[in-house]
């Protein structure tokens, strides 16, 4: 089981995860995949930029600690999570969960 867990300021190319995770669990059956991205409103109000702020080493440890515990539940392959901090905007990729798995429901799990 391969884990790959960044919190960065810059943007991901999805497609580009999504071959990396693939070359990282070859035998897979199955990829979940889920990007986030900023909502222009949150509780009603418009969002015009998002600064989403964070503690180097201790977000990254919270981060990978959930995803051990999905590695630990489910039978995955691989994983990767990459989080977003700095200033974003709507419509931005702030999250992406990929997950890799021999079967589907094990990766829908695992990701959800």
């Known amino acids: 089981m391969t884990l790959d867990v960044r919190v960065q300021e810059a943007d991901f190319d999805l497609g580009a995860e999504y071959a990396a995770l693939r070359a990282r669990a070859p035998g897979a059956g199955a990829i979940a995949t889920f990007c986030g991205c900023v909502r222009d409103l949150a509780d009603g109000a418009e969002v015009a930029t998002l600064e989403l702020e964070h503690y180097p080493g201790v977000t990254e440890a919270s981060v990978e600690k959930v995803a051990a515990e999905a590695c630990a539940r489910w039978p995955v392959a691989a994983l990767t999570v990459i ?22 429901q094990a990766a829908f799990d695992a990701n959800r």
């Open 83 to 104: 989080h977003r901090v700095g200033r974003l905007g709507p419509g931005d990729q702030i999250v992406l969960v990929l997950t890799a798995s021999a079967h589907r």
